[in-house]
Each structure stands twice: as C-alpha cells, then as structure tokens.
C-alpha cells in the first residue's frame, strides 16, 4: 500500500495530551518550535498556562484543560480549536501494584485514564479526521504493555490493551488516510519514574525522549520506541516462550 499522507501545520493544529508535565510537555515545546499551534490538555489549567507563556516560536501553545476521563468534557473543550490534523495521546497514569494489596478501585482508575481516557480522546477527533480523509494519531503507550512485569499488575494490562487497540485502529483507519503510530517509551525522567525506588536501566532524560517521539511521528515506522538499548531487547522477549520469558525477568520481582 502507499504510504500515508503526514500532516503538516497546514493541515490543521496538534493536540498534546498529559502536557502539563514530562513527555507531554516537552513533546508540546518541541511542535511549537517546529511551528505548530499545539493545543495542549492536561487536568492542571495553571501548569498549562506556564507551559503556553514558555513556548518557543514559531508555533504556540493554546492551553486546553480536560480530564479525558470526561468524555463529553474532552469534547467539548476541543470543539472551539481545531481541526486536529496530529494528536499525541500521552496522558497516563501509573501506580505500582502487586497481588497483596491488589484494589479493584486503583486498579479501575488506571484502566480508566490510560485506556478509556484515551479512547474519549479518539471519539473527539476521529470523526473530523475520517471526514476530512488526513490525520495522524500517536498512542503513548509503554513496553510495560509487551509482557507482564513485575508490579504492573493494572498498569501492564492498560498498556496492552492501548498496544492491540492501536494496531486495531491502524487497520481499521488506514483507507481513511489517517496515520496511527504506537509510543513504546522504556524508563524516562519524568515525575512518573520520580516515585520507582528500584533501579531503572538506561533511563533517558524527558528532553532527549521528547525529541525521539517527535522524529518518529515524521517516519513511516508504526511503533516508535526508546531508549533502544533498553526497548529492543524487551521486543526481542516478547517473542520468548514463556518459561524462558519468566526465568529472565523472576530475577526483578521485587523481594
Ligand atoms: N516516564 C516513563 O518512564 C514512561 C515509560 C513508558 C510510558 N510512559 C507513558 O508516557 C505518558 C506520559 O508519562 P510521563 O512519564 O510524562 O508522566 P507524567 O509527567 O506524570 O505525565 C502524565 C500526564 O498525564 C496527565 N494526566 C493524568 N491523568 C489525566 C487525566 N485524567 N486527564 C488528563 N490528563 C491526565 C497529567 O496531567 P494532570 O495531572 O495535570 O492531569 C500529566 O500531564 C504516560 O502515558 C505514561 O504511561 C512513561
């Protein structure tokens, strides 16, 4: 097949989810040096407004605040900007857990902002983009969403539903024009690593992270992923058998 068409500034606005701190952030400073007006989303309104004072040119930043848990909310927050013509959906959230304390509750709430909070985000632009036969989606998932790992218990099962839904989604879209590329992000600085009190091998600074993720929206690459060093060889694991699988990782589980 042809490749698809990648949206350009003249298509329309970029929209950024989770843009008031780490990967959404520094995604939604990188596109505005680039040129684009980036509609950035997160819950907190003040550190969005921050973020737009500090964008660099040539583009700008249009601070948008929604919880993308509320998906009438979601919508209606987007309806007086746009068109989208490239969304990075990057708001997400993690908890670690683990079989004694497992709550259905935490346990529903990650579900709720990584899956369903994505999926809310789609619904709001989706329609625009098959109608307009352009767009570009990019899913901020992880390669916790390639095999089980150690204290990922809802997190790990929330990355892989966006991972299977993202591919879903490229084949569903694709006739339409509409580009759907899959963020697999291995350890990054952000504030949600801040919390892991075990270590986190090759951990990438969120500027350098930021930058990866915005060269891959330009490739023709469906899964963007970094730190290499670190992501390839978990690729590799998700094609062992499953007791070699767990002989290698037993070794992490946490005492
Ligand atoms: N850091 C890593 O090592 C790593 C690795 C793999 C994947 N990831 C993924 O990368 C994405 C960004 O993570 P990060 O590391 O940059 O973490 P972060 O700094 O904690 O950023 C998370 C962002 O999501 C937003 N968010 C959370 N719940 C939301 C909600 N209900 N509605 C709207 N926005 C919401 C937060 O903003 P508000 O609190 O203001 O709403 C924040 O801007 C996540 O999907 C994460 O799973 C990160």
Redesign the pocket.
Known sequence: MTSLHTPTQADGVAWV?????????HVAMALAAEGWTVLA????AE?LAALAERAPGPGRIIPVA????DADGVKAALAPHGPVALAVL?????QPDEAKSLDPTTFARTID??LI?TVNCLAAILPGMIDRRRGQVAI?????GYRGLPRSLA?GAS?AALNNMAESLKLDVERYGIKVQLV??????????DKNDFP?PFLMP?EKAAARLVAGLKSHAFQITFPRRFTWPLLLLRRFPDALYFMMVRGTVPK
């Not at 929604?66 to 848990?69: C, G, Q, R």
């Not at 901020?140 to 916790?144: D, G, L, Y």
């Not at 697999?184 to 690593?193: D, E, M, R, V, Y």
């Open positions: 989810t989770g843009a008031s701190s780490g990967i959404g952030e989303s997160a819950r907190r550190s929604l919880d993308i848990t990057n708001a997400g959230t993690y902002v990584n909070g901020v998932s992880s390669v916790a997190y990355k697999c992000p291995g350890f990054i600085k952000t504030p949600l690593t986190m969120v």
